[in-house]
């Protein structure tokens, strides 16, 4: 199983990104899928996640500005962020949380993708 990030960038304070992740492999199902991120010297966070009944959790940090969605079919998540701050500023990471076609419970993660917000 692989989950394969987009690149993120850099964009200026009050501007948008968008994030996606596409999990391939020999998935049986998707339990949920989600973005964390983790700032220099500071410890992974939770950003945002959706479970197979489509429920969203978002950090309160993010919460109105940060849209998730998923795309079932394509085993794709899209993390739309909007209003970004310099605070945002971070390493993004992919996560799935599956079953494999093993009927294996696994977890899996993306390489991360930097996202630089400038004042």
């Known amino acids: 199983v692989q989950l394969v990030e987009s690149v993120g960038g850099l964009v200026q304070a009050g501007g948008s990104l968008r994030l996606s992740c596409v999990a391939s492999?020999?998935?049986?199902?998707?339990?949920?899928m989600g973005w964390y991120r983790q700032a220099p010297g500071k410890q992974r966070e939770l950003v945002a996640g959706?479970?197979?009944?489509?429920?969203?959790n978002y950090a309160d940090f993010v919460k109105g500005r940060f849209t998730l969605a998923r795309d079932n079919a394509k085993n794709t998540v899209y993390l739309q962020m909007n209003s970004l701050k310099p605070e945002d500023t971070a390493v993004y990471y992919c996560?799935?949380?599956?079953?494999?076609?093993?009927?294996?419970?696994?977890?899996?993660w993306g390489q991360g993708t930097q996202v630089t917000v400038s004042a």
């Open positions: 996560n799935a949380n599956l079953v494999e076609t093993t009927m294996t419970l696994s977890d899996y």
């Open positions: 492999g020999n998935i049986f199902v998707i339990n949920a």
């Open positions: 959706i479970i197979n009944g489509g429920s969203t």
